[in-house]
């Protein structure tokens, strides 16, 4: 049996003792602890509408059927609800037929897709999509001149600066900061740096 | 491929760490449209000389000064706690010599004394936060700074807001980018212009129907329907009644002047949307153009072919087209079905004679709505309820998942004990761990006693489905209002209960008699407000901030999380005091969130 002084000095040292290590353990786990994400950060891309219309923009009327079989209709890729009444019907007298016009803001596959998010964070699904899109987009002559021409360029423009700043203020026309280290670009063709900046992400965050 | 070149282009928007400071909004636009008086007495001493003085020389003019309480002003952002500079409504003040629009009073001027005493307030308000609802404040997020490398320009702010809400870029033509370019134009008035040009009563440019469709097709997102996916599903019905049906009130709301925020949940008018083609359909609107179900060659129909009563119907349709307007729906004749069945096999579906009017709403406005009702019944065909295993709770799940963005369960093991029914003869009345979401669900359905899901008639491809309201009869009584099985279940006054913890942790235990009377109890909370700004704010910068009882758990989120609730809570009692949907646009563009080019924030080390 422990004195009773003894039993107090013991049940002191083992406040300390428990005091240090409520100390020791609590404080990491203080950190830890502060820690639960009650948000979710989805990069705030445009949706298959934006990404069609700057797009058609920039390459001209011409690529309007590629938009709409590689994006507009890539419902799920880019996200952006379908409008289930965009769709517009009247009697027209070619063959005593009803013609049904439908906008690029029906639903093309069934009415599930008004339900789908204003907009889907990049994804290998709408990566693959942009990329072919933005491929055969450079690759037809007449999107390709289009685009070189709406920038102020001819395919043998110089890759100087300002040129170089001309290409980049189709995708980036508002924006005050273009980059200016520029100097080291090591002569690729118009085609090659028009696609990948095409392909590139920052212009589709609007 | 050379990275030489790629790395700067690529760079070109890199993203540098920066620490978020969201602003408490100094452009306040409220509107606010009750004014209630407050009781003096329990506010502080200073605040009660500033009361005096713009009783004296504002409230004749700003009526709804009277019902702010110290609280309210930092609540809606018109005061910076410390900072009278900032604080929107002393840089209004004729004399404050901050530079800001010292415009008020129009006339005669606050005395120099009178000045004082409201800034001597403002810098003795405690750098706290806004008054949470007792039990609930938020710990104090370490301090926030800001990189101005990655802050938009005004024309970026401008360029970005056009983009999201017409999802096209300003053309070089644009009339408000020119403005914003040479600084006549703030952006966020210029964005909220945007918003101004696509209301209704506006004519309709291409930019306008752009605008108009992209936020009718985001609050269309936000509800579900289960018929879409139920196998009962009768996809003609989206030509007699409007898919998008629970948002047309929320896009009227934002699109029109005269529908306030608090409409959207009162009110027994069905809506109906204006599109700019209303010409005869010829084909099933969930049919691919190629169909070969014309309309014209099969249409609708009603009755039943077994005794030789089924015939065609001819329904009003829904517009199609541009929304151009969005107007109360008054049913007319077409609007009545004279037959209808209580299912769709044709030998067992007994008929039922009409008129059944297709378009009555059971108040609460957007929650009593035919469409509302009818996506989310949950029911079978024909089924009436009986306050048992027989209620719609699918439809109470749907108030609180779409209307509050809350998931069940909602109520506490302690909330619910005393609801325990040991001798009940259904299972989930008898346990804590079911009366979770039980209580909760089942008599908040009690609202919709009414309703009984029906079709038109048992043609496999032409029958439409509707909710047939049965009329209530104040002479049974109330009854009991959590019963195993009572056949005038569906028949007795629509009394009920919303009871769940609200965001704040708190109890909600509230009774109405009808569904309009719900209507008016879920806009007393803060959580439809807060659902709303906690949509609005993922589909402006795509951060989604989830929503849920916060007090539980308060001390555990990280900083930015931290953040995010508060500004939400912000955002969301503010959408309460100005009832504007383009306000809390507004709130959200013009907080440094919105004009960081990342939209990301990051905490100070």
Redesign the interface.
């Known amino acids: 049996m422990l004195s009773l002084k003894k039993r107090i000095l013991k049940i002191q040292k083992d406040r300390n003792f428990f005091l240090v290590m409520t100390l020791l353990l609590c404080s990491p786990l203080a950190v830890y602890?502060?820690?639960?994400?009650?948000?979710?950060?989805?990069?705030?891309?445009?949706?298959r509408?934006?990404i069609a219309?700057?797009l058609q923009?920039i390459f001209g009327a011409e690529s309007s059927k590629t938009l709409e079989e590689n994006i507009l209709s890539k419902v799920r890729a880019f996200g952006?609800?379908?409008?289930?009444?965009?769709?517009?019907?009247?009697?027209q007298k070619e063959g005593k037929k009803?013609i049904?016009h439908?906008t690029k803001?029906r639903c093309y596959s069934?009415?599930?897709d008004?339900?789908?998010?204003?907009?889907i964070?990049a994804g290998i699904l709408r990566t693959g999509h942009l990329h072919k899109t933005c491929d055969l987009l450079v690759a037809k002559q007449q999107t390709y001149q289009f685009a070189i021409n709406l920038a102020g360029l001819g395919s043998n423009s110089a890759k100087s600066d300002s040129n170089l700043k001309k290409m980049?203020r189709l995708f980036?026309?508002?924006?005050?900061k273009?980059?200016l280290?520029?100097k080291?670009?090591?002569n690729?063709s118009w085609k090659?740096?028009l696609s990948?900046?095409c392909k590139?992400d920052?212009w589709q965050?609007? | 491929?050379?990275t030489?070149?790629?790395v700067?282009?690529?760079?070109?928007?890199a993203i540098g760490s920066i620490t978020l400071y969201l602003k408490d909004s100094n452009q306040s636009q409220a509107r606010v449209t009750t004014s209630h008086s407050i009781d003096l007495s329990k506010e502080s001493p200073q605040y009660q000389k500033v009361f005096k003085i713009l009783e004296t020389s504002c409230n004749h003019c700003h009526s709804s000064y009277a019902g702010y309480s110290e609280a309210s002003w930092v609540i809606t952002g018109q005061v910076i706690p410390g900072n009278p500079q900032r604080s929107y409504l002393y840089y209004h003040l004729r004399g404050s010599e901050t530079g800001g629009a010292e415009s008020m009073p129009p006339k005669k001027a606050l005395s120099k004394e009178e000045l004082r005493v409201l800034a001597e307030w403002i810098r003795g308000l405690s750098k706290g936060l806004a008054k949470m609802p007792a039990s609930f404040s938020l710990p104090k997020t370490l301090a926030k700074k800001i990189n101005p490398a990655l802050t938009l320009?005004e024309?970026?702010v401008y360029?970005?807001c056009h983009?999201?809400f017409s999802?096209?870029?300003p053309?070089s033509e644009d009339q408000l980018l020119a403005k914003v370019k040479k600084g006549l134009l703030s952006s966020v008035d210029a964005c909220l212009q945007l918003l101004k040009n696509a209301t209704f009563n506006s004519k309709s440019d291409s930019i306008s129907n752009s605008i108009r469709?992209t936020f009718?097709?985001?609050h269309?997102?936000w509800f579900n329907?289960f018929l879409?996916?139920n196998l009962q599903a009768s996809?003609p019905s989206?030509d007699v009644l409007?898919?998008?049906g629970p948002a047309l009130y929320f896009t009227k709301s934002l699109f029109s002047s005269d529908f306030n925020f608090n409409q959207i949940l009162s009110g027994n008018q069905n809506l109906r949307?204006v599109?700019?083609?209303e010409?005869?359909?010829?084909?099933f609107?969930?049919k691919k153009?190629s169909s070969e179900m014309?309309l014209?060659q099969h249409g609708f129909f009603v009755g039943k072919e077994k005794n030789k009563s089924r015939k065609n119907w001819n329904p009003n349709f829904?517009?199609?087209?541009?929304?151009l307007d969005i107007k109360a729906l008054k049913a007319d004749s077409k609007d009545l079905l004279p037959l209808y069945l209580d299912q769709t096999d044709s030998y067992l579906a007994k008929i039922f004679k009409g008129p059944l009017n297709i378009r009555q709403n059971l108040g609460g406005g957007l929650i009593g709505s035919q469409s509302f009702l009818l996506f989310n019944h949950g029911r079978e065909l024909g089924e009436t309820m009986d306050g048992g295993l027989l209620l719609p709770r699918r439809w109470s799940k749907m108030v609180f998942s779409n209307l509050l963005c809350r998931e069940l369960p909602l109520l506490r093991k302690v909330d619910v004990i005393k609801d325990i029914q040991k001798k009940s003869d259904i299972s989930f009345r008898k346990q804590a761990s079911c009366l979770q979401c039980h209580s909760s669900i089942d008599p908040l359905a009690a609202a919709a006693r009414q309703m009984t899901a029906v079709a038109s008639s048992d043609h496999p491809d032409g029958y439409t489905q509707h909710i047939r309201l049965h009329s209530s009869n104040p002479k049974l009584g109330n009854g009991k209002l959590l019963v195993d099985s009572d056949t005038s279940y569906h028949l007795r006054p629509p009394h009920g209960r919303l009871r769940y913890r609200n965001l704040y942790g708190k109890l909600v235990e509230s009774s109405f008699q009808n569904m309009q009377e719900l209507g008016q109890r879920l806009l007393e909370q803060d959580d439809l407000y807060i659902c709303t700004a906690k949509r609005y704010l993922?589909?402006?910068?795509?951060?989604?901030?989830?929503v849920?009882d916060y007090s539980t758990?308060l001390?555990?989120?990280?900083?930015?999380?931290l953040e995010?609730?508060r500004f939400l809570i912000f955002l969301g009692k503010r959408l309460k005091q100005h009832q504007n949907l383009s306000y809390l646009i507004k709130d959200i563009v013009s907080s440094d969130l919105y004009r960081q080019r990342?939209?990301?924030i990051y905490a100070s080390d």
């Open positions: 602890g502060n820690s639960k994400k009650i948000y979710r950060a989805d990069r705030r891309m445009g949706d509408f934006y219309s700057r923009r952006g609800a379908c409008s289930p009444y965009n769709v517009i019907s009247e009697f009803r049904n439908h803001y069934g009415l599930a008004s339900k789908v998010e204003p907009f964070d980049l980036y026309p508002h924006s005050k273009l980059p280290a520029l080291k670009v090591k690729p090659l740096i990948s900046l590139s920052y965050i609007p | 491929m050379k030489g070149f790629w700067p282009v690529l760079l070109f928007l320009t024309e970026e360029f970005r983009s999201q999802r096209s870029a053309d469709r009718h097709g985001l269309n997102s329907n879409l996916f996809f989206y409007d898919i998008t949307a599109r700019s083609q010409v005869a359909n010829d084909y609107i969930y153009e014309r014209s829904v517009a199609r087209g541009n929304l993922y589909f402006l910068t795509g951060i989604d901030v989830a849920e758990q001390k555990s989120y990280d900083p930015i999380s995010y609730i990342d939209y990301q």
